[in-house]
């Protein structure tokens, strides 16, 4: 089973959320991961996407990238979301995708030299929600990664 298929299954298992708000990975490399969400299992009663399963989704995008990180490295541990900010900009009308860019090379380096040393480390990751080429919107979000094993 591919890394894809590993975390789309991770995420169904250990976060069950997942599953019923239809959340799908979508892309993964080493600089950004793509999650989708359908707009039917996340709407309110505007018709537009529910601000509850948008910060959801948001949150699950950093966690997964850095669940992918881990996982490149040969590492098991527990992610944590430590602290957030969003912004909603605009309403969602449509599916929608969170697209998460990983941090910089030199804060992966430091994160990681940080979590093998210390078997603990913070990471900060910026996600964005786009619709119809406009941003709609844009999360900021510090995690925690505690080594369960080397």
């Known amino acids: 089973m591919d890394r894809l298929h590993r975390l789309q299954h ?17 892309t993964s490399d080493p600089h950004s991961l793509t999650l989708f ?8 009663h ?8 948008i ?4 949150t699950l995008a950093g966690w997964s990238l850095i669940w992918c990180t881990l996982d490149q490295e ?5 992610i944590v979301i430590q602290d957030s900010t969003i912004q909603y900009l605009r309403p969602i009308t449509t599916d929608f995708r969170a697209y998460c860019r ?5 804060d992966m380096k430091r994160f990681l ?25 844009r999360f ?7 080594l369960t094993q080397a």
Not at 74 to 78: E, P, V
Not at 102 to 106: D, G, I, L, Q, R
């Open 46 to 53: 505007k018709d537009t996407a529910f601000a509850g399963s």
């Open 10 to 26: 991770t995420l169904h298992s250990d976060i069950p959320l997942t599953k019923a708000i239809g959340l799908r990975v979508e």
């Open 74 to 78: 040969q590492l098991a541990g527990k």
């Open 102 to 106: 990983a941090a910089t090379s030199e």
């Open 140 to 146: 900021g979000g510090r995690y925690v990664v505690e």
């Open 37 to 44: 969400a359908p707009l039917g299992p996340n709407r309110n």
């Open 113 to 137: 030299s940080q979590l093998r040393r210390k078997r603990r480390a913070r990471l900060e990751l910026h996600v964005e929600i786009w619709e119809k080429e406009i941003l709609a919107v």
């Open 55 to 58: 910060n959801a989704v948001v």
